[in-house]
């Protein structure tokens, strides 16, 4: 059995070092040292990485450096990239780093060149974009298709769905697309009210292709569609469904048709498939030279993440400040606050990467981890958030870390805007670090919460895919570093088991075997619906 990181010397001269920290208040560690900014402060390729508001000293970078290289990050980043089975629950590789890749060969252990299969998938991505883009792919009554839908759930939403929001800027002027995802009809019902079943192509995401709320959804669009289609209906299953899967078998049976259907392989981790085929929803609005832009942003993070020095490794600083902040300070919340109506989905986005992937507390082995892992991840468009849940980081008593994200230049042109948005990031930044007191007891702001930035010239493919490279690689090395697998997620099977179970009692009166706080809640929905 690997000894668990908590027994490792890093570890332990790390929670030394915390305490002789403890006291110390942000205003002291910048009085300290005036080249505070200069120090604690990365720029790669365009993403500046502003640290210097985490509640850190030389010496605690010094130390997580160190823990890095007894964890062995460095190995683990080389074996995700040489295609070895780091997803160990599933004997899987983890390979969305070849995803975006522009190299001729990307060999794996097993002798076979994954590039072929890579580039292939994008050529074909790329001719039904440009079909659909075009208008020469129809509907079924020879209409130009002018809205997609894509049905899918968690990695095969989340994804297109933020990405989608991000690259508003770059969309085709005509085609509308939306995201379904919610088991809730509430979710697809007024979707299809606002959209015409003549033009409307949708997309069926799942890499499974089990997924109840995906299945029901897309059982409904075909109703819908059927309907409308009538005697057209072959045609309209033909042309205007398509699957994104890794079970071709199953999405054939659903009556996809073999030219609509797009595969990935099962080393695809659904929340990092953005740069897969189920990204085709947002290809689809951006145009596949705007999706291929945001594959060369987030290759350009990776190998800036696979070769550079630990003190200089953005997405490994990202990680060892996170975890710093989880098991050496007890925050054990990240509040994500981009400052752009345009990643208002990356909170949402960035919660399942970060809580999927690490809310795990037993390495592969089944042993504990002995120390926290993820963090509790949330968060929201800056500045509506100041005027929502702020108050409580400026004057809650909770130790909340949050991440700032804010571009040099608009997306949107409408002027006057821009300025005073940053200028309020900067100064919530400001606010939660330093405080005030002005002794008015009610008005005193503490401080010392610890934040970070990340600035970019402007929202781009490019620099979507930078920023979502770092945050995907800042995940992986933090569960490098607790020893868990970031890949599995079996902590996700028990509920969707137990609603299999509970179906029959809503839908029949089936009497179920369950607890009795389950069995009375079941007994009164039943007797408080009109037709029961
Ligand atoms: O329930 C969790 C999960 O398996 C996620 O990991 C995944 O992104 C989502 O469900 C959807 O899965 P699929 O793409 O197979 O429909």
């Avoid at 109840?212 to 289609?229: C, G, I, M, Q, Y």
Wanted: proline content about 6%.
């Amino acid at each position: 059995m690997k000894p668990s990181i908590v027994d490792t010397p890093a570890w332990q001269a790390l929670a030394r070092h915390a305490e002789t920290l403890r006291g110390k208040h942000l205003r002291q560690l910048f009085a300290d040292d005036p080249e505070r900014f200069a120090r604690f402060s990365l720029e790669t390729d365009g993403l500046l990485f502003d640290y210097s508001k985490q509640r850190v000293d030389a010496e605690t970078l010094r130390l997580l450096a160190e823990l890095a290289r007894q964890a062995d990050v460095a190995g683990w980043i080389e074996r995700m990239f040489a295609g070895e089975p780091v997803n160990v629950s599933e004997n899987r590789a983890a390979l969305h780093v070849a995803l975006r890749s522009g190299a001729a060969r990307w060999p794996l252990p097993s002798g076979e060149d994954a590039m072929p299969g890579i580039r292939a998938g994008r050529e074909r991505m790329r001719a039904f974009c440009d079909a659909v883009r075009g208008g020469t792919l129809r509907g079924y009554s020879g209409e130009p298709i002018r809205a997609v839908v894509n049905i899918g759930i968690g990695g095969s939403d989340l994804g297109p769905r933020m990405a989608t929001a991000a690259l508003a800027a770059y969309a085709h002027p005509s085609l509308r697309i939306r995201y379904v995802s919610n088991l809730d009809a509430a979710d697809l019902a007024p979707v299809l009210e606002e959209l015409d079943p003549r033009s409307t192509l949708f997309i069926v995401t799942s890499k499974t292709f089990t997924t109840p709320e995906t299945l029901t959804n897309a059982k409904s669009a075909r109703d819908w569609l059927l309907a409308a289609a009538g005697d057209a209906a072959d045609a309209a299953m033909a042309r205007q469904f398509a699957a994104v899967t890794a079970n071709a078998g199953e999405a054939l049976r659903f009556g996809i048709a073999g030219d609509r259907l797009f595969e990935f392989r099962d080393w695809v981790g659904g929340r990092f498939s953005l740069w897969s085929p189920v990204g085709l929803p947002l290809a689809l609005a951006i145009g596949m030279d705007g999706f291929e832009r945001m594959l060369a942003g987030a290759e350009r993070m990776d190998r800036h993440f696979r070769e550079a020095p630990a003190e200089r490794n953005l997405p490994l600083l990202m990680a060892l400040i996170g975890l710093w902040n989880i098991d050496f300070l007890g925050a054990w919340n990240l509040s994500i606050s981009p400052y752009s109506q345009s990643l208002r989905w990356l909170p949402e986005y960035l919660q399942q990467l970060d809580m999927e992937s690490n809310g795990k507390s037993r390495r592969p082995d089944g042993t504990p981890v002995g120390a926290h892992t993820a963090p509790v991840v949330w968060g929201g468009a800056g500045s509506n958030t100041q005027h929502a849940y702020f108050q409580l980081l400026h004057q809650g008593d909770w130790l909340i870390p949050s991440d700032f994200i804010a571009f040099a230049e608009s997306d949107q042109p409408l002027p006057g805007h821009h300025d005073r948005l940053l200028a309020n990031c900067l100064a919530q930044a400001e606010a939660l670090a330093f405080g005030s007191d002005d002794g008015a007891p009610l008005r005193a702001c503490s401080g010392n919460q610890p934040s970070s930035t990340l600035l970019l010239p402007r929202l781009t493919p490019e620099t979507l895919g930078q920023l979502v490279a770092a945050y995907e690689h800042k995940v992986c090395a933090q569960a490098a570093i607790w020893g868990i697998n970031p890949f599995d997620q079996w902590g996700a099977e028990l509920g969707k088991k137990l609603a299999a179970r509970l179906l029959p009692a809503l839908t029949t009166a089936t009497p179920v075997d369950t607890d009795t706080s389950t069995a009375g809640l079941i007994d009164w929905l039943r007797r408080h619906r009109r037709n029961a």
